[in-house]
């Protein structure tokens, strides 16, 4: 898996090593805090679509069995 994911794009191991990047923003409190849809940028949906991608791959390797146990994990760490 490892080798297949790292063949497509070494971004999409970088995601499963280190987890998903969330666009974040400052408030007016100086915390971060994530962005939302409107106020995302193309790099922002492009880091969201790696995120999306490396999940794609792992759940179209898992049988149906496990599928389902996985289908809500929102993140490569979780599966």
Known sequence: MRLF?????YVLWD??????????KRDKKGRLVPK?????????RRRLQVNDKALHIIFCALGP???VKMAY??????V
Do not use: F, H, L, Q
């Open 73 to 78: 994990c929102t993140s490569e760490k979780e």
């Open 15 to 24: 995601v499963v090593e280190d987890g998903p990047t969330i666009p974040m």
């Open 36 to 44: 939302t849809r409107a106020e995302m940028i193309d790099e922002d």
């Open 65 to 67: 069995d496990m599928y």
């Open 5 to 9: 994911i790292k063949s497509n794009d």
